[in-house]
């Protein structure tokens, strides 16, 4: 089933404690993202992939780094968690960036950041 | 700069009402409009998207949106609403290697 994965659905953590959240898609699209979804702000983009070890900044990758060293696997990391990362989190992926192409998102993680 | 708007934050209506969602963007490149769908508890899915051709499309479940360039607008229609269209409603655009989401409206359907 092409999809897109992402864990762990849920976590709670301190500040300052390093997390990364993963994300995988089984459809061998070159373009991946993650977005912050917050009440009344929709989803922000946080960084982008073109490619492999290709990545750029999204509207507010404060605070967040990725890397791309497989096409499947895009995983999100706070070095240093706060209060004000608290939120729901999506990673995405398409076929290939702009245009057409929609976006597959995955399940969501809900981190909570005490 | 690039931006969607959605006038609309909070819908509410009874069931077999018709819908219209607001949605304007702002964006000087090549248009390819998206509206996605999250019902309650669930990730984003697709509901239909405009890249070029007629500016009326059809999407899922029996939604269409209107695409007006002049207006800058790409807004979402139902003829008939049902209470399983309860769900939160995203517009976006993609911009060059971005994506621009508006901040989405909440639609409750009455049963």
């Known amino acids: 089933e092409a999809q897109v994965t992402q864990n762990p659905r849920y976590l709670i953590t301190v500040t300052g404690k390093k997390l990364t959240v993963t994300c995988s898609q089984n459809?061998?699209?070159?373009?991946m993202s993650w977005y912050r979804q917050d009440p009344g702000l929709g989803l922000r983009q946080i960084y982008y992939?073109?490619?492999?070890?290709?990545?750029d900044k999204g509207d507010v990758p404060e605070g967040y780094k990725v890397s791309r060293k497989e096409k499947r696997n895009f995983p999100l990391i706070l070095e240093s968690p706060s209060p004000n990362q608290t939120s729901l989190y999506f990673c995405?992926?398409?076929?290939?960036?702009?245009?057409?192409?929609?976006?597959?998102f995955g399940p969501g993680t809900r981190l909570t950041v005490l | 700069a690039q931006s969607v708007s959605q006038h609309n934050h909070h819908v509410i209506l009874s069931e077999a009402a018709s819908l219209e969602l607001g949605c304007n963007y702002s964006?000087?490149?090549?248009?390819?409009l998206f509206w996605y769908v999250q019902y309650p508890g669930q990730h984003l899915q697709l509901l239909l998207k405009?890249?070029?051709?007629?500016?009326l499309v059809k999407g899922i479940k029996g939604f269409e949106a209107e695409f007006i360039k002049s207006k800058f607008s790409f807004n979402l229609r139902k003829p008939s609403v049902q209470w399983s269209d309860t769900a939160e409603y995203f517009c976006?655009?993609?911009?060059?290697?971005?994506?621009?989401f508006g901040k989405g409206t909440r639609l409750h359907i009455l049963p």
């Open positions: 995405a992926s398409s076929l290939r960036a702009g245009g057409y192409n929609e976006q597959f």
């Open positions: 992939s073109m490619n492999v070890e290709v990545t």
């Open positions: 459809m061998n699209h070159e373009y």
């Open positions: 976006a655009v993609n911009a060059g290697n971005k994506i621009i």
């Open positions: 405009y890249f070029s051709g007629d500016p």
């Open positions: 964006y000087g490149g090549t248009v390819n």
